[in-house]
């Protein structure tokens, strides 16, 4: 089975709402990472978190790693926000790799 | 101003044929890597290389060969290009392999398709 779950698979807001996206993980893991993609395909590192709750601007995540899981918080949406928002597991190999999910695609709403 | 530079943006290539994608970075990074993302799939890992020595290989086929002629490029060489391999494909960096406590900084992609 996938290693890293994400949810919801797709989520549509109206620009000014709360989003709460979710990332388990089926294995032991070091550390967390959460990424956006933007509509045309590049890539942005948002968070790298390997407990706890990170805030950055209108984006907080928060991870349990004794309980696999992270939540990426979107407060505020604006239309901007809209693409694919990916988080990935770092295993203890220290080889730099990272294991994705599928990711949640947002739509915000004017 | 991109610090991670690819090359090509697109390429149409024919099935059989050889390609080789190129990726430099500026940020004085030390560990590079090549991750796949093909249609319906999540970003897969490829390969990680650090001070220029590979690290780890998740990728089945030898078809893939990544080039390190110096610390800050690493080039992916494709050879008998199969439609299979169509996809985007992005080179990335980080100062440190261990990524517990690094950002990982992605290229915007070359994107291969496979005719």
């Known amino acids: 089975g996938q290693q890293v779950q994400q949810s919801p698979a797709s989520l549509v807001l109206q620009e000014g709402e709360n989003a709460e996206l979710q990332c388990n993980f089926s294995t032991s893991l070091n550390s967390m990472q959460w990424f956006y993609q933007r509509p045309e395909g590049s890539l942005v590192s948002l968070f790298y978190n390997p407990s706890g709750t990170k805030q950055s601007g209108r984006l907080t995540s928060t991870t349990v790693i004794k309980e696999r899981r992270s939540s990426l918080h979107i407060s505020s949406s604006q239309i901007t926000d809209s693409g694919t928002y990916l988080c990935a597991m770092v295993d203890n190999t220290n080889t730099g790799k990272l294991t994705f999910g599928d990711g949640t695609v947002l739509t915000v709403k004017p | 101003d991109p610090k991670i530079i690819q090359k090509p943006k697109y390429l149409v290539a024919v099935t059989g044929s050889e390609k080789i994608l190129i990726c430099e970075q500026y940020?004085?990074?030390?560990?590079m890597y090549w991750y796949r993302q093909s249609a319906k799939k999540p970003l897969e890992f490829m390969f990680s290389?650090?001070?220029?020595?590979?690290?780890d290989n998740q990728t089945a086929s030898s078809r893939f060969q990544p080039q390190s002629s110096k610390k800050n490029h690493l080039d992916l060489q494709i050879t008998a290009l199969k439609p299979d391999d169509s996809a985007t494909y992005f080179c990335a960096s980080s100062q440190d392999p261990n990524l517990s406590n690094e950002r990982l900084f992605f290229g915007h992609g070359t994107k291969l398709s496979v005719l």
């Open positions: 940020l004085g990074h030390n560990a």
């Open positions: 290389y650090s001070y220029q020595k590979l690290m």
